[in-house]
Every structure is written in structure tokens, then in C-alpha cells.
């Protein structure tokens, strides 16, 4: 998806007026787990060029972290990110992908 539809949805669904990289909709819970995820590759390709990061593995990084979000995951409290982005790690770890927090 382009970076207007991407800041429309963004705007309309999250209240936030800005492209972002990728947006989760989850439709049912784990264990029958279904979601469209949407990716902006335009501003995927642009952090991963920023952060130094081959973009393969950026948007990996995107898409597990979409669907941890679609699982019932968030990042608003530190205790939620820090656990939100160990498990992002340890999975991108079993595809020999770096911690992108490291």
C-alpha cells in the first residue's frame, strides 16, 4: 500500500496522522487467529535504508510484529514492549534474523 492510504487508514482507524509502516486488523482471536495486515513498503524501505537494515528483514521484523498485535499484543505500558519485543526477537531469531533491537 501507498503512504496516502496509509495515512488515511492510520488517521481514520488510530487517530494518527502520519503513513506508518505496517497497520494491524484483527478480526478473531487466537487460537483462530485472522487479521489483514497492511504493509507501506514506501516507508518500510525508508527506515530500513535509515536504520540501516536489509529490508528483507525489516519487514520480516513488521510482519511478526503485526501479528503479535493481531494475537492480542500491545507496546502502550514499558512491561508490554519489553516482552512484545523479547518475543519479536526470539522469532525472528529461528530465521537467523538479527534482534532489530539491538
Known amino acids: 500500500m501507498g503512504t496516502a492510504k496509509a495515512r488515511r487508514l492510520n488517521r481514520d482507524y488510530r487517530g494518527q496522522d502520519h503513513a506508518t509502516n505496517i497497520l494491524t486488523f484483527p478480526y478473531t482471536p487466537a ?3 485472522s487479521a489483514d495486515l497492511l504493509l507501506c513498503m ?4 525508508a ?5 540501516g ?3 528483507d528483514h525489516h519487514a520480516a521484523h513488521l510482519i511478526v510484529h503485526g501479528v503479535l498485535h493481531a494475537s492480542g499484543m500491545d507496546h502502550q505500558r514499558k512491561s508490554e ?14 530465521f537467523r534474523i538479527p534482534n532489530p533491537y539491538a
Open 42 to 45: 514506501p516507508v518500510i524501505k
Open 81 to 94: 514492549a519489553e516482552a512484545m519485543e523479547w518475543l519479536e526477537a526470539a522469532i525472528l531469531g529461528r
Open 31 to 33: 487460537p483462530t487467529l
Open 53 to 55: 537494515k536489509r529490508l
Open 47 to 51: 527506515e530500513a535504508r535509515q536504520q
